[in-house]
């Protein structure tokens, strides 16, 4: 059973536009919330993370929003750039396992 | 952000050897190491979360006698893939987070990742 879905696989969008990623969770004693980037064959990196006591963290171009009754979170980049393409995975801790728990990935495509 | 180390960065092996994949984190104490896999388009699954000088625990369908992990100092943690099988080969990544003050901190940062190849 998936505790964290990013229902879209992929998403286009054209530079200096924004982009929005989605990630929706089932487990309201899921604390922490966290967004990382991917490339093929890397390591994720870390990019912005919200705690459940917040509706909102901004960090330059990248926001997260959370939206605790809707157990919904998201990810805006504005302005999108090429270079932000890759795969964006959310990713959940419980403070009651500790346990970092990932969606399954949005591949973002800027196009110039 | 922190950094942490993960070797080799790839290998290949043959069926039925071992091999042992290694996550240092360089400039903290992480108290707490996860290891993932990740098959081809698909998400990071979590394998298992080892916490220093304790046993692993091991996610459910994880064999914990062919997949074994030691998390001996607050540096390193070490997986080892026994008795390798071609279905074993995929991408393994390890994280590290530091939970103790005055290093707490909640993220958790990436090695960068180990394919293996197993022929």
């Known amino acids: 059973d998936q505790q964290v879905k990013q229902n879209s696989p992929s998403l286009s969008v054209q530079e200096g536009r924004i982009s929005i990623l989605n990630c929706d969770y089932t487990?309201?004693?899921?604390?922490?919330f966290l967004w990382y980037k991917k490339y093929p064959a890397e390591g994720p990196t870390f990019l912005i993370s919200?705690?459940?006591?917040?509706d909102k963290n901004e960090d330059g171009r990248f926001t997260v929003f959370l939206n605790k009754s809707a157990k919904h979170l998201s990810l805006h980049i504005v302005p999108s750039q090429p270079g932000d393409s890759a795969v964006y995975f959310c990713?959940?801790?419980?403070?009651?396992?500790?346990?970092?728990?990932f969606g399954q990935g949005t591949t973002l495509q800027v196009k110039p | 952000g922190a950094v942490v180390s993960q070797h080799p960065s790839w290998v290949i092996c043959k069926s039925g050897t071992s091999v042992k994949i290694e996550c240092r984190s360089l400039d903290f104490q992480a108290t707490t190491m996860f290891w993932y896999r990740q098959f081809p388009k698909q998400s990071l699954m979590l394998m298992a979360t080892?916490?220093?000088?304790?046993?692993?625990?091991?996610e459910q369908g994880v064999e914990k006698d062919k997949f074994l992990i030691n998390h001996a100092s607050l540096t390193l943690s070490t997986l080892t893939v026994t008795s390798a099988h071609p279905e074993d080969s995929s991408f393994y990544i390890c994280?590290?987070?530091?939970?103790?003050?005055?290093?707490?901190?909640?993220?958790?940062?990436f090695g960068q990742g180990t394919r293996l190849t197993v022929v």
């Open positions: 990713a959940v801790i419980s403070s009651n396992t500790g346990k970092l728990i």
């Open positions: 994280s590290a987070r530091a939970d103790r003050p005055p290093q707490a901190d909640t993220e958790a940062f």
């Open positions: 487990n309201s004693m899921f604390d922490y």
């Open positions: 080892s916490n220093e000088g304790s046993k692993a625990t091991y």
């Open positions: 919200i705690s459940s006591i917040k």
